[in-house]
């Protein structure tokens, strides 16, 4: 069960803090039955109220910060997602965003840039389904990481890249 103060990631809604956990006063809703009041540390004033026992929802602990590191100086070595047909990627990749396994959205944004670069060298342009995944990536991603190392979401990607780039000049 987490405490009030934990961070989870709560399914695909991203990063929330538990507020408060116990019975709910709401009209309709037991009052024997025991509730996490979740807040977004990102977009002021969400809520959400999830029964402690619910099984529908993936909810898991924000990883900590030598996870976050391990996963960082990881990235580099990870692979990318090699699938040619655009219908079956785009599963893939919604998948792998349902999960919310930040090593899978690692894969999504590493394959993406690689794409993104590739498309620009021929002079394409990124599908809106590419962009669409890899924004939603990048923020789940960046926004668990944020929490996980304690610094602000916006300055998190430049740290990751930094870090990458440190890693691979030890190689």
Known sequence: MFEVGDFVVYGSDGVYQVDKVGPLNMSGVPKDKMYYTLVSPYMKGSKIFSAVDNQKV?????MNKDEAMELIDSM??????EIQDDKKRNEVFKEALRTYDCKELVKIIKTLYVRQEQKQAEGKKNTAGDEKFFHIAEERLYGELAISLDMEKKDVKEYVEKRVA???EQV
């Open 58 to 62: 993936i909810m898991r602990a924000v």
């Open 76 to 81: 580099k070595d990870m692979e990318l997602l």
């Open 166 to 168: 440190e890693m691979a």
